[in-house]
Every structure is written in structure tokens, then in C-alpha cells.
């Protein structure tokens, strides 16, 4: 009954590709725009058979009030995880260039008006991996306002660390203008625990049944090795970073490791 549209980027940043950032409000969705990603989306979701489309765009998380003007009939899920097992993903996302499949399926959704800005990025993506050898992007993930200059002014783990922070709390303030039932909540770590339960959460939120297959699928797919992930790193390496996570960190129910929380305060 659901299809997915894979990270549109051309089409969410229709309102102004050329932005050095994704923080987009609702001034941003002109009437112009609404019209042309709504079109898009419909298109879409003509072409397979009607079905309700699913889409996470990890920038959008910058951009939740834009999104919803343009789509306030949508459900959305809100999904919270460890920072410090955010960052260790992240990290390791800053290390590949997007593949060959997925250029050409964000490409498809692409204006063509719009082209020679994804392009250039994507160009200058390859350069920088494929031909400089250099072992991180030049930017991955959400734009928050700033981070172009952090990028110049600081190291990489802490400008990973703020892409995680200002952008929970900004979907904090953002999420409390929505109406009850609208938004549907979920720790990574408790739906990793039981993703059975989690997923007829999502169901129920979505209107949509679980199925036998359905539960089944869930069931072999959910990893449980990927919620302690950050012990990858040097206790050392992520205690630099805390300074950027705590604050955020405390209010979403996360606390702070016992072997993190030992070597600051050796420090």
C-alpha cells in the first residue's frame, strides 16, 4: 500500500537551490512551490499504482515547517536516536560519495531547470573522493546555517556533532505547532528492541495494516548491533565532542556514558 520516493533533493529544493543551507520555513513554500513539488509528488505517485508514498530526506529535518505547508495532510514520524550513534553513522557517511544508482535516481527527480546545481555538487563530490583521494566529502547530510564556515574553523567530528544538535532542536520547536496525533514519536533504540511493536505503531499512525509478511519482514531485517556503534571511537575522541551534545542529549532522555563521563573529567 506504500511506495517510497527516494530523497528528492531537487525537488524539496525547488523554493532555492542555490541556498548554502537547508533551514527552509514556510515563507519558502510560495504558492509557486506548493504547486510544483505537489505536482511532482502526484506524478509519482500516479505512475505506482496510487499508493501512498513514504519519503525521509534527512535534510527535511531542517525543513519541517516548509514541508508541511506544502503537504499539511501528511503524517509524520519523528524518529530520535543516540546522538553518539548518530555520529559514528554520520561519520562514516562523510567517507562515500553517493553511488552510481542513487545519482541517477536523484537525477530523475531533478528539474531540469535546476540541474547544474545538483550537478556541480555531485561533480565536486567525485572530484574531491575519486581523483583527490581525500577520505571525506565536502559536506554530506543536513545543512544547518553555518556549517560552512565550521567546516573551514573546526574539525569534523564536532561539525557532526552540530548537525545533530541544532537540528533536534530545531525539529523540537518545530513539532510543537503541530496538531495531536499529526506526528508519531519513536526511539531508534526501542524500535530496535522491538520492532514489532514499533512498526504496528507506525501502522496504526499511517492507517495502514500490519500484515504476516509484514511482521515477518521486520523481524529478520532489524539489527541489534548498531545501538552501541560509537564504541568504535576512543572514549577520549567523543568527550571532546560532548561540550555540543549534552544539552540536547539530557532533553531527549539520553544520558551520557559512564567511560565518556570518566575521561572528562580526567581532562
Known amino acids: ?14 523554493a532555492d537551490p542555490s541556498r548554502e543551507h537547508d533551514e527552509f520555513d514556510e515563507s519558502d513554500a510560495t ?65 562515500r560519495p553517493v553511488a552510481t544508482r ?3 535516481m536523484r537525477l530523475k527527480t531533478t528539474p531540469l531547470t535546476q540541474l547544474h ?13 575519486r581523483i583527490l583521494k581525500r577520505k571525506y566529502l565536502p559536506i554530506w547530510g543536513p545543512r544547518y546555517r553555518g556549517i560552512q564556515q565550521d567546516l573551514k574553523e573546526t574539525d569534523l567530528l564536532t561539525v557532526i556533532a552540530r548537525q545533530w544538535a541544532r537540528a533536534a532542536a530545531k525539529a523540537e520547536r518545530d513539532l510543537a505547532q503541530f496538531e495531536p496525533g499529526q506526528v508519531l514519536r519513536l526511539r531508534y533504540e526501542d524500535f530496535v528492541d522491538d520492532p514489532l511493536s514499533g512498526l504496528q505503531r507506525i501502522c496504526d499512525h499511517c492507517g495502514l495494516e ?19 556503534k560509537w564504541q568504535r571511537f576512543e572514549p577520549g575522541e567523543l568527550a571532546r565532542i560532548m561540550p555540543e551534545l549534552t544539552s540536547e542529549m539530557q532533553r ?16
Do not use: C
Not at 513539488?37 to 508514498?53: A, M
Open 1 to 14: 500500500d506504500v511506495v517510497a520516493l527516494y530523497e528528492p533533493v531537487g525537488i524539496w529544493l525547488y
Open 31 to 95: 504558492g509557486r512551490v506548493r504547486k510544483y513539488i505537489r505536482r511532482r509528488f502526484l506524478k509519482y505517485q500516479r505512475e505506482n499504482g496510487d499508493r501512498i508514498i513514504i519519503e525521509k530526506t534527512p535534510a527535511n529535518i531542517l525543513r519541517i515547517p516548509y514541508v508541511r505547508a506544502i503537504f499539511p495532510e501528511a503524517r509524520f514520524i519523528y524518529i530520535a536516536r543516540n546522538p553518539l550513534s548518530f555520529v559514528s553513522s554520520v561519520e562514516l557517511k562523510w567517507q
Open 102 to 104: 542513487r545519482i541517477k
Open 117 to 129: 546545481h545538483y550537478v556541480g555538487r555531485l561533480l565536486k563530490q567525485q572530484w574531491n573522493s
Open 210 to 228: 500490519l500484515t504476516t509478511d509484514l511482521a515477518r519482514q521486520v523481524q529478520e531485517m532489524v539489527k541489534t548491533d548498531r545501538k552501541l
Open 252 to 267: 531527549v532522555g539520553y544520558s551520557v556514558p559512564a567511560e565518556i563521563t570518566a575521561t572528562r573529567e580526567v581532562a
